[in-house]
């Protein structure tokens, strides 16, 4: 299947998993302007919506791209997992559904970028597990959502602990209604 195909520039994410290093964390690079703009456009629930479809896109995607190319594990190049998960990250934040500053919203795409990429490449139980047992395009998203899911309380307990300490003073808008 050519680099050109909808389906592979899907699941690689514009090509972006086709990077020869690190395309995980190329592809969760790649997702953020377009979550950000997502958010920007149409809001934050939208970026939920989005994370959610780029789930179950990707789980039959990647089952559809697994059987064309002949290929049991988890491919490398397949991101379009990464994307579901920074996009939750990003859209569970508490902080980003009130009304952050602009320069609040950018530090907070970055912390989502590192704690969704540290879980992912650590892989703790039951993410291990996840990426182990579970097979197909289930497999494929599965342990990216629980790498989301582990990096939103991690987040919050950072967040916290730098308020308290006096690292951080974070100063809202109002939230939506």
Request: glycine share 10%; hydrophobic share 55%; proline share 6%.
């Amino acid at each position: 299947m050519k680099h050109t195909h909808p389906l592979v520039l899907f699941v690689t994410w514009g090509g972006s998993g086709l990077s020869r290093k690190a395309p995980g964390t190329c592809g969760t690079l790649a997702a953020l302007p377009v979550a950000y703009l997502i958010q920007m456009l149409l809001g934050i629930e939208a970026l939920a919506v989005a994370a959610m479809g780029a789930f179950f896109a990707g789980w039959w995607a990647s089952n559809l791209y697994m059987r064309r190319m002949n290929k049991q594990e988890d491919p490398q190049e397949i991101v379009i997992d990464e994307v579901a998960g920074v996009w939750l990250v990003i859209a569970a934040m508490p902080l980003m559904w009130m009304d952050p500053p602009q320069a609040l919203v950018l530090q907070l795409y970055g912390a989502a970028f590192v704690a969704f990429r540290i879980f992912d490449i650590w892989k703790p139980w039951p993410i291990s597990w996840a990426d182990q047992r579970v097979k197909g395009g289930l497999g494929v998203m599965l342990d990216d959502i629980l790498a989301a899911l582990y990096a939103l309380p991690a987040l919050g307990a950072l967040g916290h602990l730098a308020s308290a300490l006096g690292i951080i003073h974070i100063t809202l808008g109002h939230p939506h209604g």
